[in-house]
């Protein structure tokens, strides 16, 4: 299980305050979306660069390798949005509870004349709950591979009917959408 993965349990944790307490009947979910257009100012086709002018006014400039196959229809002055989705579904799990994976990224080209796509790839894993101090309110978790991660805990009653030994399983998926509009669009 990667650091990042937990990590970002993690900060789901801290921010949102949704550990789920030991007799809660669902999971908890947490889920954040982030999404920007920016304009295509200029294209260099011949090394496949693509310089956009963000919301901000900064400008970026872009490699879309091979992989973006319709790169030809695109044009200055088409709208470029990026969306990035991420969310984190933790539940309290019995102590048998299965082991750790990690799907391949799925790639699902749009069906536009312009380039797009959504790329997207979840992960599944069991932390043990190590320690809990309800006076800071935080709460310690152990990984699979041993490593020991303490987090503090924004709504103490999130942690309440949380023992340790508790098994927690999280299913962490993230995905990353690109779509190209025309100008008047």
Same mark, same amino acid.
């Given at each position: 299980?990667?650091?990042?993965?937990?990590?970002?349990?993690?900060?789901?944790?801290?921010?949102?305050?949704?550990?789920?307490?030991?007799?809660?009947?669902?999971?908890?979910?947490?889920?954040?979306?982030?999404?920007?257009?920016?304009?295509?100012?200029?294209?260099?086709?011949?090394?496949?660069?693509?310089?956009?002018?963000?919301?901000?006014?900064?400008?970026?400039?872009?490699?879309?390798?091979?992989?973006? #196959?319709?790169?030809?229809?695109? /044009? &200055? @002055? *088409? !709208? $470029?949005?990026?969306? %990035?989705?991420?969310?984190?579904?933790?539940?309290?799990?019995?102590?048998?509870?299965?082991?750790?994976?990690?799907?391949?990224?799925?790639?699902?080209?749009?069906?536009?004349?312009?380039?797009?796509?959504?790329?997207?790839?979840?992960?599944?894993?069991?932390?043990?709950?190590?320690?809990?101090?309800?006076?800071?309110?935080?709460?310690?978790?152990?990984?699979?591979?041993?490593?020991?991660?303490?987090?503090?805990?924004?709504?103490? #009653?999130?942690?309440?009917?949380? /023992? &340790? @030994? *508790? !098994? $927690?399983?999280?299913? %962490?998926?993230?995905?990353?959408?690109?779509?190209?509009?025309?100008?008047?669009?």
């Amino acid at each position: 299980m990667s650091r990042r993965f937990i990590l970002l349990f993690a900060i789901t944790l801290v921010a949102a305050g949704t550990f789920v307490a030991a007799q809660a009947p669902k999971p908890v979910t947490q889920a954040e979306m982030v999404s920007t257009t920016s304009v295509v100012q200029a294209i260099d086709s011949t090394n496949r660069l693509v310089t956009l002018k963000n919301e901000d006014g900064t400008v970026d400039v872009i490699y879309c390798g091979p992989e973006v #196959k319709r790169f030809s229809e695109l /044009k &200055v @002055g *088409d !709208k $470029v949005t990026f969306r %990035y989705h991420e969310s984190v579904v933790a539940a309290i799990t019995q102590a048998g509870a299965s082991a750790a994976t990690t799907s391949l990224p799925q790639i699902v080209r749009s069906a536009g004349a312009k380039p797009g796509a959504t790329i997207s790839q979840q992960a599944t894993a069991v932390v043990t709950v190590a320690a809990i101090d309800p006076k800071i309110p935080s709460i310690t978790i152990t990984t699979s591979d041993g490593n020991k991660l303490s987090f503090k805990v924004e709504n103490k #009653k999130n942690i309440e009917g949380v /023992k &340790v @030994g *508790d !098994k $927690v399983q999280i299913t %962490y998926t993230q995905a990353f959408a690109v779509t190209v509009e025309s100008p008047g669009k």
